[in-house]
């Protein structure tokens, strides 16, 4: 029940993190200034979190429609399976936020 939850909390949260891809979008289109305000606002702690749950909200939804497609063919649906598959959508929704995260910041040490 708590993974259903959640999954209907992600996909709320991935339609207001579209809402900063838009601002970013539009902001490049307005010119630098509009976009240095952007950059500033997400290159901020408080942008970088809001960004880290926006990326984990993109992974664990996704994570969590895949469990759907194959619970959708009957796979999955017992008592043990289904804890297996909470433990794992969690756990590979931070393993991949972390990698990702990882991934960005080395990007940006580089250059």
């Known amino acids: 029940m708590a ?5 209907r909390v992600t996909g709320c949260a991935i339609y207001a993190g579209t809402l900063l891809l838009v ?24 942008g970088i979190i809001v960004l880290i749950g926006f990326t984990f909200a993109l992974i664990h939804h ?20 289904r804890v297996i598959w909470a433990q794992g959508t ?3 929704s931070v393993v991949l936020t972390v990698l990702v ?4 910041a080395a990007s940006g040490a580089q250059g």
Do not use: N, T
């Open 62 to 81: 996704a994570l969590g429609g895949i469990k759907h497609l194959f619970q959708d063919v009957g796979v999955g649906f017992g008592p043990r399976a």
């Open 23 to 46: 601002w970013a979008l539009l902001a490049v289109a307005d010119g630098p200034d509009s976009f240095y305000l952007v950059e500033d606002v997400l290159g901020s702690w408080l």
């Open 3 to 7: 993974m259903s939850i959640a999954h």
């Open 90 to 92: 969690l756990a590979g």
């Open 101 to 104: 995260w990882v991934a960005i």
